[in-house]
């Protein structure tokens, strides 16, 4: 997947930093260095995400962000901040970013996060809460799951990973991710909480037969097959 | 010779009194000294004004004119007339002892010479007083009192007097000193509840300042000043190792995208992937160690008090638990939970989290397979307490100190993580207004912490 990306930041040098990232998997960029150009960007164009960054002159990210949700936008937005000011995590996401990373951040996990949230996008669209990925269905509401219609009995953190994993199916989803989203879990913990469930729900997979549908993509994450 | 601040004031207060209590009793009895000289002299003129003085040869003379009772009498009668010597008593009295003229009539024989004389001695209109007795020729005694007092109960007066004189200066004295201890004390107060708070971690604190200029204001000021300086350079401190920590986080976070990116095309070739699997691990070990570092610069701001709420750190212990069974399940170690009834408290569930799980990681990493690792939380009084406790090697304890420092990694073969677990840990606890102490569980390592409930 390819998309339309507006980069806000006012650090030139970091922009042009993700915007050459970005360019390596395909993504078309458009870099603004801040609030005031972000806007005129995203009323003139149709982006697909914006990064933005949180500190920035003039009008900064969180000023930006009530702008751009106040006027109806509802593009998905990622928002970077410095290491170390958590509390600002809290009150991005409350203002109505979509995804909320540190800096600074490496292309493989951007790539994955920009990926989830243009998804995200996509599955909030659908009324169903049936998620499919090649042979495997997944109903979160219901704590269900099936394999080529075997249903599987997962406990119900395997079950949230494989909902995860299934909603992003064939594309990565990087360990802090996982933790984010299946763990509730700001921080990274040293040893592999997410390699030890991985590793469970691989098994549970595979019980009845057929081919392992996660793909490890070492030191990066996890990808369900399509 | 050093006193301490209790036994000065004792020694001052009793040296005070002593001091008051010498000066009334001095100048009462050198009040009383001079008035009897004074009267004494009185009475020896107004006697030798009667009588005068014998000479030698009148001394033998049985009787005489100058020493004729009548006359004598009528000389008394006189000066008890006079308007200047009204006011004395006098009394002649022959050798038998009889009255013989004068205005009073003694109960008593007096010696001769100067005596006291009270109101026991019966004496008209004298409470008490000074008399002089003498002998006369021809076995004639002429005694003249006079009134020591001018007027009666004048001594409990004079005494009432003494005690409310220097009775209100020892009062206002020890007033004083109460009040100025009460001063100094408040404003010691003041400054120590700055100092405890200070420790608790708000280096906002500051020393209340009045305004008035006094020395303990200016005391206070200078205090003050010192620790906006220390604050200051704690600021600077932690502002250059976090520009260092995010300096380096950027070249190593380059770093790690290009071995991971370089890691997918080199698959087929093992080699080659171990090697470059290696570098990816110690790039993330850097960058968890700077992730560290930041996050207790983060956590001793302060600045994350702000998102405290109500949890059940019972309840959080459980849920930490029930995650990391497999990943304790994994490396051989039994991990068990002891549970406790609701334990409420107010805090962070994402650093409470943190806490746990690195506590937990900490143990299943740095002990053998085999080992039982436990939880378990409790009400101890106002404080809920969490044990994690292992029965493995533990820690000696000449080394228990070091394992809380950062990057204060133990010798023993405890190799593997950063060396900032623990002291994140004890941050995490810190902040919460708890403590955090690890023991000698026989065999094994007890880390036990304690926190305010809610």
């Not at chain 2, 001095?26 to 000289?37: E, L």
């Not at chain 2, 000074?130 to 002429?142: D, I, S």
Request: aromatic share 4%; charged share 25%.
């Amino acid at each position: 997947m390819t998309f339309n990306v507006l980069i806000v930041e006012d650090d030139a040098e970091l922009a042009e930093t993700l915007e050459t990232q970005l360019r390596g998997f395909g993504h078309h960029c458009v870099l603004a260095e801040n609030g005031q150009r972000a806007m005129a960007a995203v009323t003139d164009d149709a982006f697909d995400v914006v990064i933005l960054d949180r500190m920035m002159p003039v009008i900064d990210g969180m000023g930006f962000l009530g702008q751009l949700r106040d006027g109806g936008h509802k593009v998905p937005v990622l928002m970077l901040t410095a290491l170390g000011k958590s509390l600002q995590k809290v009150e991005g996401l409350e203002a109505g970013a979509d995804d909320y990373v540190v800096k600074p951040i490496d292309a493989i996990e951007l790539n994955a996060r920009l990926n989830a949230l243009v998804r995200a996008r996509q599955w909030s669209g659908e009324e169903s809460d049936t998620i499919r990925a090649g042979g495997i269905v997944v109903s979160p509401a219901k704590y269900r799951a099936w394999r080529d219609g075997v249903p599987l009995d997962l406990p119900k953190t395997e079950l949230r990973l494989l909902a995860e994993l299934a909603r992003n199916a064939g594309s990565v989803m990087t360990r802090p991710m996982l933790l984010e989203r299946v763990w509730n879990y700001d921080f990274e913990p040293t040893t592999n909480i997410v390699d030890t469930y991985i590793k469970r729900l691989r098994k549970k997979l595979v019980e009845d037969g057929g081919d392992d549908p996660i793909t490890t993509l070492r030191g990066v994450g996890y990808m369900l097959k399509k | 010779m050093r006193f301490s601040l209790r036994s000065l004031t004792w020694i001052f207060l009793l040296l005070f009194l002593a001091a008051t209590a010498l000066t009334g009793f001095g100048i009462y009895s050198t009040s009383i000294a001079t008035i009897r000289s004074l009267v004494d002299e009185r009475i020896a003129e107004v006697s030798l004004t009667a009588v005068p003085r014998p000479t030698g040869a009148e001394q033998n003379v049985r009787t005489g004119s100058r020493f004729d009772a009548v006359l004598i009498a009528q000389r008394l009668d006189a000066l008890s007339r006079d308007r200047d010597t009204g006011d004395l008593g006098f009394s002649l009295t022959d050798m038998a002892g009889r009255h013989v003229a004068g205005n009073v009539r003694l109960s008593r024989m007096l010696p001769p010479g100067f005596s006291s004389v009270g109101v026991n001695d019966n004496i008209k209109g004298l409470t008490k007083g000074r008399a002089l007795v003498r002998e006369l020729p021809g076995g004639l005694r002429l005694t003249v009192t006079a009134e020591t007092e001018p007027f009666n109960g004048y001594d409990r007066a004079r005494a009432r007097i003494y005690l409310i004189g220097f009775g209100s200066i020892i009062a206002v004295v020890l007033g004083g000193l109460v009040l100025f201890s009460r001063l100094v004390s408040r404003h010691i107060t003041d400054m120590r509840t700055t100092v405890d708070r200070i420790i608790a971690g708000d280096m906002n604190e500051r020393v209340p300042v009045t305004g008035d200029g006094s020395a303990f204001d200016q005391q206070a000021d200078a205090f003050n000043r010192m620790l906006d300086r220390i604050q200051q350079l704690m600021e600077e401190i932690g502002n250059v190792s976090n520009d260092i920590s995010h300096e380096l986080r950027t070249p190593l976070t380059r770093l790690r995208g290009k071995l991971a990116l370089l890691l997918s095309r080199v698959e087929e070739q093992e080699v080659m992937g171990a090697a470059v699997g290696g570098a990816l691990e110690d790039a993330d070990d850097l960058l968890a160690m700077f992730t560290a570092i930041l996050r207790i610069a983060e956590i001793e701001g302060g600045e994350r008090r702000r998102g405290f709420a109500p949890i059940d750190l019972a309840m959080l212990a459980g849920e930490v638990v029930a995650v990391m069974l497999p990943v304790a399940e994994e490396s051989g170690h039994a991990l068990l939970l002891e549970e406790s009834g609701p334990l409420p408290i107010s805090g962070d569930a994402q650093l409470l989290t943190q806490l746990l799980i690195n506590l937990i990681e900490n143990a299943l990493r740095h002990t053998p397979p085999g080992t039982i690792v436990t939880i378990a939380t409790s009400r101890f009084g106002e404080r809920a307490l969490m044990l994690i406790q292992d029965n493995g090697p533990g820690i000696a304890e000449d080394q228990r100190q070091k394992a809380l420092r950062r990057f204060g990694r133990l010798q023993q073969g405890r190799s593997a993580g950063h060396g900032l677990g623990l002291p994140l840990a004890e941050s995490i606890i810190r902040l919460h207004g708890g403590e955090m102490r690890l023991d000698d569980a026989a065999p094994g390592l007890t880390i036990s912490m304690t926190l305010p409930t809610r």
